[in-house]
């Protein structure tokens, strides 16, 4: 009797050990099919796109802090599209922005991580902000022209890939090359395409660029490169590597330095101004809160204000005023304040 219940016991102790071991293998196979899943997520979409994010974040870097500069001054400079090279890359890198963009929200492991759709979705706002500066600048693209040149100039290819055991499809993109970006400005039949006006205007922008005096005018840009930043030091921190060599610098710190190193004159300047609406950079707004608590308040108790709002980041302001003020006599009254 007890050499049955001794066997039914290692019978039972057998069949537990067999299951358990079932399912030791059938999760380590589970596990690397969720690897290899993730490897694939990596190669197609995670990487181009940080690529694509480094590429834009260093050539933004380079152009605010003046380094692109010599470059762009050279007389000799060989010019495609009647623009220079490094102008046409500047934008290049901008519209392939835009296009994984689009692809990281779809595919890939990140589409549901809170803090790279918090930090995609502020560059995307900052290109398509008209509030804090000006839908007429250089560097301004709406939401629907992101989405429109990004699906433009990254194409998606057919499935590349069929993995039977998951049943998963990957989908392929590819970014267009410089030389067929450069086609596509040049061609006659985009000369007066509105979808390319601004990319145009964005071009002309950067072949006339001075460091000192268009620094008001990149504010855009500036915010854009620093949230490329977080973004990038985010993903690698999470992909366990880096694709740049050193460490990332945020442009606001030199355009901080550059800005206190201005002269009195240079301290504010009228951006835009309508009948019933002003906006004005202002140095001493940056990221001074009680200078603009103070301003604030002084200039909402001026006759005939209906409301002020500032941005502390892009040193800017923007006053509503009764419209049957002349403009003139507004920004006499404006500039007194402000001394």
């Not at 358990?20 to 197609?44: C, G, H, P, S, Y």
């Not at 605010?64 to 010019?79: A, R, V």
């Not at 989908?171 to 006006?197: D, M, P, W």
């Not at 071009?203 to 977080?230: K, T």
Request: contains cysteine; hydrophobic residues 40%.
């Amino acid at each position: 009797m007890e050499s049955i219940q001794i066997g039914l016991l290692l019978s039972i102790i057998s069949g537990v050990c067999t299951a358990f071991w079932t399912v030791l293998i059938w999760r380590e196979k589970e596990q690397k099919e969720e690897e290899r899943e993730r490897d694939k997520n990596a190669a197609l979409y995670v990487n181009p796109f940080i690529l694509a994010a480094e590429e834009l974040q260093s050539s933004l870097y380079r152009y605010l802090s003046g380094k692109q500069t010599k470059t762009l001054e050279n007389k000799d400079s060989e010019c495609y599209a009647g623009f220079s090279s490094e102008a046409l890359e500047i934008l290049y890198v901008i519209v392939i922005y835009f296009g994984w963009s689009l692809i990281i929200y779809r595919y890939g492991p990140y589409t549901r991580d809170k803090r790279v759709i918090e930090l995609a979705r502020k560059i995307s706002e900052t290109f398509a902000n008209s509030d804090e500066f000006s839908s007429e600048e250089a560097f301004y693209f709406s939401f629907s022209e992101q989405r429109a040149l990004g699906l433009r100039f990254v194409e998606g290819l057919s499935p590349t890939s069929f993995i039977e055991e998951s049943k998963s499809i990957f989908t392929g993109f590819e970014s267009v090359s410089l030389y067929h970006f450069e086609e596509e400005i040049k061609s006659s039949r985009n000369q007066l395409s509105a979808f390319y006006i601004n990319i145009r205007d964005a071009l002309h922008s950067i072949d006339n660029y001075n460091v000192i005096e268009d620094l008001i005018e990149r504010r855009r840009l500036v915010l854009i490169q620093n949230f490329l930043v977080d973004l990038l030091n985010y993903l690698e921190e999470k992909e366990g590597f880096s694709v740049s060599i050193k460490a990332r610098q945020k442009s606001e710190v030199y355009v901080k330095r550059l800005l206190n190193s201005r002269k009195s004159e240079d301290d504010y300047r009228i951006m835009h101004h309508t009948p019933g609406r002003i906006r004005l950079w202002i140095s001493n707004l940056y990221h001074r809160e009680s200078y603009a608590m103070q301003l604030q308040s002084l200039l909402e108790s001026l006759a005939n204000v209906e409301a002020v709002k500032m941005n502390l980041p892009a040193a800017s302001i923007i006053i509503k005023y009764n419209p049957v003020i002349p403009k003139s006599k507004f920004e006499q009254q404006i500039v007194e304040v402000i001394h």
